[in-house]
């Protein structure tokens, strides 16, 4: 036996062993596999047809024996089987060796004994896994298994994402509910403290008592008699405390005692009530020392009252310091008068006379309207010239504070400042004097009657007609 033959044989006698570590690694098919390979005896450097022989060993046998008679006797040289593989072994070896091929497991066949007329054996069909294909299973498996691995860790990491996701919904869920829980809970309470009604009753007296006070539907004048009774209006809406209806009687109360409380303020100012009812008295008469400030209340018409009588006033002021002042003059006027001779009396009374005239027919007519363009077409009253020739006429007199309170009044509302102003005659109509009043620029503002002290223009929503 050559030294080959004798080293492949210390090979095969050596003990097969199925390594645990490299087990781990394959996948079930590929260790079913290994593990026959190893009970058979298979080493790693055996090539196919080795594995193949070992993997066979028995089939061969029996089919050699069983099958096949062949003589022994003339047999040149008994081989034994493993010669008979030695030699299929280098016979593939060349064969190798001179072809790319790798004959498939179906057409190699183990060698027959030959005979002694030089017959050769008839080949067995061997059968054996094509390497090509052993190489295509191992890779799909491989692909297989890393397949499943990155499969499993998808899943892995899915399972971990929609464990997050699941965690997170339910701690929005958790935080939502509480918040709701919270907010229902807020709201009922308000409702709870808010939502009380009221007795209806309570609501009907405390609007029937709201509306007396005033003299109209359109709640714009108050009585004077009702004033006193605003302490039962405050009883009445006390009654109301925590019921939905407070808010708005609140607001009712609020502005009703705002609006009273002007009214009395004005009046204290005057010696007899000057707003009684919402309407302005032009007889009453203000204080010595009375102290007059605009008010305002939110109610439009009242406004205008109080600044009305606010007007009043001031201008009363006015003409209680030119009264002082008139008097004054008169008295050294008097004097004067005694020391002159019975001689000049007579002349000296016409001459008075003549001055009283003078002196009542003459007012503070302003600015002068010469080289002013005067709107005289926007005039209440038509000019008439023959009247205002007729300048001795006692129509054309002021009765006592009036064009000192309708001056007053125009300076309250910006209308004029200070003298400012120019004041024509118009016409004598039912023998009172009327006048027109303009601006420095000559634009109109209004028409007066110089004994009632009405006075009106043209803007919108005044009076259509005039006090005559």
Same mark, same amino acid.
């Given at each position: 036996?050559?030294?080959?033959?004798?080293?492949?044989?210390?090979?095969?006698?050596?003990?097969?062993?199925?390594?645990?570590?490299?087990?781990?690694?394959?996948?079930?098919?590929?260790?079913?596999? !290994?593990?026959?390979?190893?009970?058979?005896?298979?080493?790693?450097?055996?090539? @196919?047809?080795?594995?193949?022989?070992?993997?066979?060993?028995?089939?061969?046998?029996?089919?050699?024996?069983?099958?096949?008679?062949?003589?022994?006797?003339?047999?040149?040289?008994?081989?034994?089987?493993?010669?008979? @593989?030695?030699?299929?072994?280098?016979?593939?070896?060349?064969?190798?060796?001179?072809?790319?091929? +790798?004959?498939?497991?179906?057409?190699?066949?183990?060698?027959?004994?030959?005979?002694?007329?030089?017959?050769?054996?008839?080949?067995?069909?061997?059968?054996?896994?094509?390497?090509?294909?052993? #190489?295509?299973?191992?890779?799909?498996?491989?692909?297989?298994?890393?397949?499943?691995?990155?499969?499993?860790?998808?899943?892995?990491?899915?399972?971990?994402?929609?464990? +997050?996701?699941?965690?997170?919904?339910?701690?929005?869920?958790?935080?939502?509910?509480?918040?709701?829980?919270?907010?229902?809970?807020?709201?009922?309470?308000?409702?709870?403290?808010?939502?009380?009604?009221?007795?209806?009753?309570?609501?009907?007296?405390?609007?029937?008592?709201?509306?007396?006070?005033?003299?109209?539907?359109?709640?714009?004048?108050?009585?004077?008699?009702?004033?006193? !009774?605003?302490?039962?209006?405050?009883?009445?809406?006390?009654?109301?405390?925590?019921?939905?209806?407070?808010?708005?009687?609140?607001?009712?109360?609020?502005?009703?005692?705002?609006?009273?409380?002007?009214?009395?303020?004005?009046?204290?100012?005057?010696?007899?009530?000057?707003? +009684?009812?919402?309407?302005?008295?032009?007889?009453?008469?203000?204080?010595?020392?009375?102290?007059?400030?605009?008010?305002? #209340?939110?109610? #439009?018409?009242?406004?205008?009252?109080?600044?009305?009588?606010?007007?009043?006033?001031?201008?009363?002021?006015?003409?209680?310091?030119?009264?002082?002042?008139?008097?004054? /003059?008169?008295?050294?006027?008097?004097?004067?008068?005694?020391?002159?001779?019975?001689?000049?009396?007579?002349?000296?009374?016409?001459?008075?006379?003549?001055?009283?005239?003078?002196?009542?027919?003459?007012?503070?007519?302003?600015? /002068?309207?010469?080289?002013?363009?005067?709107?005289?077409?926007?005039?209440?009253?038509?000019?008439?010239?023959?009247? @205002?020739?007729?300048?001795?006429?006692?129509?054309?007199?002021?009765?006592?504070?009036?064009?000192?309170?309708?001056?007053?009044?125009?300076?309250?509302?910006?209308? @004029?400042?200070?003298?400012?102003?120019?004041?024509?005659?118009?016409?004598?109509?039912?023998?009172?004097?009327?006048?027109?009043?303009? !601006?420095?620029?000559?634009?109109?503002?209004?028409?007066?009657?110089?004994?009632?002290?009405?006075?009106?223009?043209?803007?919108?929503?005044?009076?259509?007609?005039?006090?005559?």
């Amino acid at each position: 036996m050559s030294k080959k033959r004798r080293n492949r044989h210390k090979k095969e006698n050596q003990e097969s062993r199925f390594d645990f570590d490299e087990a781990k690694e394959l996948t079930v098919g590929q260790a079913i596999r !290994k593990n026959e390979e190893v009970e058979a005896g298979v080493l790693p450097e055996d090539s @196919i047809l080795d594995k193949y022989v070992k993997q066979h060993k028995d089939e061969i046998e029996a089919d050699k024996f069983a099958t096949r008679q062949y003589k022994k006797e003339e047999l040149v040289e008994t081989q034994s089987l493993d010669d008979l @593989i030695q030699e299929m072994r280098e016979a593939v070896e060349e064969s190798e060796a001179s072809s790319e091929e +790798v004959p498939s497991s179906e057409d190699i066949l183990p060698p027959l004994p030959l005979d002694d007329e030089g017959q050769s054996l008839d080949p067995l069909l061997l059968e054996d896994e094509n390497p090509t294909e052993m #190489t295509e299973e191992v890779e799909e498996e491989q692909n297989l298994s890393r397949l499943e691995q990155e499969d499993s860790e998808k899943k892995s990491k899915k399972g971990f994402i929609l464990t +997050v996701l699941a965690l997170v919904s339910v701690i929005i869920c958790v935080s939502a509910y509480y918040v709701y829980r919270q907010v229902n809970r807020s709201t009922k309470e308000i409702q709870t403290s808010q939502s009380t009604t009221a007795n209806q009753s309570d609501v009907d007296d405390f609007n029937t008592l709201y509306d007396a006070f005033y003299t109209d539907s359109n709640k714009t004048a108050l009585k004077n008699s009702q004033f006193d !009774k605003l302490s039962q209006l405050k009883t009445l809406l006390d009654k109301l405390e925590g019921s939905r209806e407070h808010t708005l009687a609140k607001s009712k109360y609020d502005s009703l005692a705002t609006q009273i409380k002007a009214i009395q303020d004005v009046n204290a100012q005057f010696e007899k009530p000057a707003i +009684v009812d919402g309407v302005l008295d032009t007889n009453a008469k203000a204080k010595s020392d009375a102290k007059f400030t605009d008010i305002k #209340t939110g109610n #439009t018409e009242l406004d205008k009252v109080l600044d009305k009588a606010i007007s009043l006033g001031k201008s009363q002021q006015t003409n209680t310091s030119s009264s002082s002042s008139s008097q004054t /003059s008169s008295s050294s006027s008097s004097q004067t008068s005694s020391n002159t001779t019975s001689e000049t009396s007579p002349s000296s009374s016409n001459t008075a006379s003549n001055e009283t005239r003078s002196t009542r027919s003459e007012v503070n007519m302003g600015l /002068s309207s010469a080289g002013v363009a005067v709107q005289r077409s926007a005039s209440r009253v038509a000019y008439n010239q023959s009247a @205002i020739d007729d300048s001795n006429n006692s129509a054309w007199d002021f009765a006592d504070g009036v064009l000192e309170q309708i001056l007053a009044t125009s300076r309250s509302r910006g209308y @004029i400042t200070g003298d400012q102003y120019i004041l024509e005659r118009v016409n004598i109509v039912n023998g009172n004097g009327y006048y027109n009043l303009y !601006k420095p620029d000559g634009t109109y503002l209004f028409t007066l009657n110089c004994k009632t002290g009405y006075f009106v223009g043209n803007g919108a929503g005044h009076a259509d007609d005039l006090d005559y």
